[in-house]
């Protein structure tokens, strides 16, 4: 069984960065993709970044330019750096791993973005 652990979020000001981690325990197939998700209070659940077990890196619109999304195999770790935060990105920020068994989620961290 796959656990997700997410962590490195918190209170930022505007402007400021946070990186975030998430490792995976247990077995994950190397053939696999890993994203990053996030949810505010009252909106749904919003695709933020992917990565895939190849390399390739796809980020959603109003992420672009901002995140890097990154990993580390040998860790089986996904990071996601956070620059130039705004108030908008404030939400739960969740872990997902899809592979060749199945899908995995983390119980998320909170970001929070202060004007």
């Known amino acids: 069984q796959v656990q997700l652990v997410e962590s490195g979020g918190g209170l930022v000001q505007v402007g400021g960065s946070l990186r975030l981690s998430c490792a995976a325990s247990g077995i994950v197939t190397s053939i696999n993709v890993m994203n990053w998700y996030r949810q505010a209070p009252g909106k749904q659940r919003e695709w933020v970044a992917r990565i895939t077990s190849a390399g390739s890196l796809n980020y959603g619109d109003s992420v672009k330019g901002r995140f890097t999304i990154s990993r580390d195999n040998a860790k089986n770790t996904v990071y996601l750096q956070m620059n130039s935060l705004k108030p908008e990105d404030t939400a739960r920020y969740y872990c997902?791993?899809?592979?060749?068994?199945?899908?995995?989620w983390g119980q998320g961290t909170q970001v929070t973005v202060s004007s």
């Open positions: 997902h791993i899809r592979d060749t068994v199945g899908d995995y």
